[in-house]
């Protein structure tokens, strides 16, 4: 099933990209996800020889690992942990915006551009890690995406990954239908549908991972109105591409009650609106025989219960 048009998707990110100094001020979120990404990489104690960072957007991973660790900055930079970096997206432009930001020289990247955003050209066990910051919420096919991941890494190799939650901008998406049902008596297609947390660990797990990890993390960012949300949103390239989104832009009116329903429902004392990303962070390892394994049920060597009533948190009160 197609939910999301691939080529307006390309469209939108090629014509961000394109005004290079817009799109990179509106990269403080993709920063900001990507470094907290790169901090669950350096949680992991090994180093990766080949990594493939899918859907690399401008190479904000790349960028995030040649900077020092917020938490250890005596540590020196990350990529120390990281050979060779091979990002791909469908956007050149994209890709290619930041290749002659001196970051570059600090890290070993090849760029490579995917004709088909869901089919991966990498050869089976290829890969040491494969990342993904801020694209997999635009994938049709999540588990066929997934089962491909899990096929292009090595034995016992990590993917780790972040997308947008299905609450991402809930304050944006109520403002929008209350205000089309307000005015036009029905809501249309205005944003993009995103996955649940709840589905994720299922898809990993049914595209072959083990050890699986999902965690939630909410970034809010304050904007002075909600047109200047709607403007970066357009500038990072995160505009909706639903197949089935009205066509046309959104009228004046409704956009005018919009922002009143914004600011009367999730408006900030000072006068600012927040905007809620949520985040669905996600980390599965590629099966190996000898791979570390859950025991077995009843194997332990105590008893959950038996501990909590001990420590008198298993009691009623």
Known sequence: MEIFSQRQKWMQ??????DTEHSRNVDYLRDEVAS????RVLDINRHFDHVLDLGANACNIAR????????S???GPRNSRISK????????????RDADLPFNKEMDIERQVLTASETLPFDANTFDAVLSSLSLHWINDLP?????????LKPDC???????GGDSLYELRTSLQLAEMERRGGVSTRTSPLADVRDVGGLLQRAGFNLLTVDVDDIVVDFPNMFALMRDLQAMGESNAVLTREKGPIQRDVLLAAEGIYRELHGNEDGTLPATFRLIYMIGW????????PLERGTGMFSIKDYLEKNGEGKDK
């Open 13 to 18: 990110k090629e014509r961000a990209a394109s």
């Open 36 to 39: 907290r990404l790169c901090e």
């Open 64 to 71: 995030m690992m040649t900077l020092p660790s917020p938490d």
């Open 73 to 75: 900055p005596d540590a």
């Open 85 to 96: 970096m091979t990002a791909a997206d469908s956007s050149r432009t994209f890709l290619y």
């Open 144 to 152: 066929s995406v997934l089962s491909q991941i899990n096929n292009i």
């Open 158 to 164: 990590p993917f780790i990954g972040v997308m947008m």
């Open 286 to 293: 590629k099966p190996s025989p000898n791979q570390a394994k």
